[in-house]
């Protein structure tokens, strides 16, 4: 295969470089004035300034020079403000009413001079959303290859380039990956998310090559479609489990893991995952996003573990609903299932990474215990919490202490080593004090393979995370304030240092331990941010 791979060349349609002739303000305000309903509605939608111009009205086609240098300030202030995750929660019927407006929208941010990282996400954004609008019909059902996508975006890339790059290979690596997904599990295992990122974030200037703009379009329609067909393919698992349970006779299910009840009935599970909704246009935050879909996620496997004991079987990996489902959803999605303007077409995003600064206060080191010391003592825990929830509330015993780091690790560690995963890249749950705990398959690893600095600092970052989900649920049965303040207090601490972290594996460009670390640092922010909700 021909690769390319000489420096940047950044040109992009007439009128890229400024000029001072009369031709070049015309095309530029008529740029600006094309472009103005998107500006006008982000602005009115996040209050990011005053209009210029009442509801409805454009600005004038033929300026005067206080006009023409008055607005073109305000696009200008307004191109520092918006954010590509505010683009992604304007309404379709305003981001995709007319291809010239968002044309000249997309147009602006290319041709802007000192480009940032913000401007770098509104771009890859604008483009993927730009080949969506434009793309023939026919393509939503075929392999979308390079020059299908260099020919929708020449109208926005003059000199598009559908010659693949060698550093952008690893892009064709993750769609390889992405295939063998089922489920938005697979994805969040695999890390294809943050993988794409990193290679974004690394890219530099080199990002905005044409030839690299079209291979990243490229990528995150092809991502997109994909995350479509594996959340309605958890959705659909969701509905069946629920009537599983139904036709069995049971009408309860314990879903803590979800953040459900623990006994929550199968008529709300139903009714929530008929109408489940994704968060954007409301609470969009980097951690609302990811715990929606994680929430979903935890609530596949507590259903089908349920399932699974209802019908007297050991529970499965959960992964997928079935044979049949799996090769439904693997089949190409037809055109209204995509294009609609109210569905997947723009709405459906993937969510971004989260970024939290803290101070920099680290754990203390932890090391593993071997023998069954640690477990008989999670055992007596667990005895005595059952004992405790059997005894009348006039004799209920006093919390229990808690957990310290060193338990806590020697606890995962012995349950792991007991019950190894059956698969290779399945999740696993540890139960410390009732309370469950899901692990990813690097998590896994790191506690029962032979480890290095990363392994350490993944336990850390599990640890962290268990302590906090114990402190939550104790929070939650007995009132125990004392606890959740001291694990929060903790967890937080060490944030900072798992960025630090990953940050030295982005440096010395070690994706895979970049990308592990982050999704498991998110995770431990998502957990941060619910055990917040539960303080006085």
Not at 503 to 523: C, D, F, P, Y
């Amino acid at each position: 295969m021909t690769t390319k791979s000489d420096a940047p060349a950044l040109r992009f349609a007439p009128g890229g470089d400024a000029g001072s002739g009369p031709a070049d303000f015309a095309a530029r305000w008529a740029e600006a004035r094309a472009a103005y309903p998107l500006y006008a509605a982000l602005a009115a939608q996040f209050e990011l300034a005053p209009l210029p111009y009442r509801s409805g009205e454009l600005p004038p086609a033929r300026p005067t020079r206080e006009i023409f240098d008055r607005d073109l300030a305000w696009f200008d202030a307004l191109d520092e403000k918006v954010r590509a995750y505010q683009i992604r929660q304007l309404p379709s019927e305003v981001l995709n009413a007319s291809e010239e407006a968002l044309r000249a929208f997309t147009l602006r941010a290319l041709k802007k001079s000192d480009k940032t990282a913000s401007d770098r996400d509104k771009i890859d954004l604008l483009l993927v959303q730009y080949f969506a609008m434009c793309a023939p019909e026919e393509l939503y059902r075929r392999e979308i290859r390079l020059e299908h996508v260099a020919n929708v975006l020449r109208p926005l890339l003059t000199s598009a380039d559908a010659t693949p790059l060698e550093w952008c290979e690893p892009l064709e690596e993750i769609l390889k990956t992405l295939e063998t997904c089922h489920s938005l599990r697979d994805l969040m295992e695999h890390g294809l998310l943050e993988q794409g990122r990193l290679l974004k974030e690394s890219a530099g200037a080199m990002f905005y090559d044409p030839a690299a703009l079209v291979a990243f379009c490229r990528f995150n329609f092809s991502l997109r479609r994909a995350f479509i067909r594996m959340l309605h393919a958890d959705l659909s698992a969701v509905r069946q489990a629920v009537g599983a349970l139904e036709a069995a006779g049971v009408k309860s299910v314990d879903c803590r893991r979800a953040g459900f009840s623990a006994a929550e009935t199968t008529v709300q599970l139903r009714y929530y995952s008929d109408n489940w909704r994704q968060p954007f246009h409301k609470d969009y935050t980097a951690s609302s996003v990811s715990r929606a879909f994680e929430q979903l996620l935890a609530l596949r496997a507590d259903l089908e573990e349920a399932v699974a004991r209802a019908q007297g079987k050991a529970p499965a990996s959960p992964l997928p609903a079935s044979t049949e489902e799996s090769r439904s959803f693997a089949k190409p999605m037809d055109a209204a299932s995509v294009r609609s303007p109210n569905e997947a077409r723009a709405s459906v995003e993937i969510p971004p990474a989260a970024s939290v600064q803290v101070a920099p206060v680290t754990l203390a080191q932890s090391k593993v215990a071997a023998g069954p010391a640690g477990l008989a003592r999670e055992s007596s825990a667990a005895t005595a919490d059952d004992s405790k929830k059997s005894m009348p509330a006039a004799e209920a015993a006093p919390p229990p202490p808690a957990l310290d780091a060193d338990k806590c690790m020697e606890a995962i560690w012995e349950q792991l080593i007991a019950a190894p995963p059956s698969r290779g890249r399945s999740m696993s749950t540890v139960v410390l004090r009732d309370t469950k705990v899901l692990l990813s398959s690097w998590e896994v690893s790191a506690f029962v393979a032979e480890g290095n600095q990363e392994a350490e600092d993944l336990r850390r970052a599990v640890v962290a995370r268990a302590l906090l989900s114990v402190a939550m649920d104790q929070r939650k049965r007995s009132g125990d304030e004392r606890t959740l303040a001291s694990a929060l207090s903790l967890a937080k601490s060490e944030v900072s240092y798992f960025q630090g972290r990953v940050e030295q594996a982005k440096r010395a460009k070690n994706t895979e331990a970049a990308v592990n670390l982050g999704i498991s640092t998110k995770r431990l922010l998502s957990a941060i941010e619910e055990a917040e909700k539960l303080q006085p």
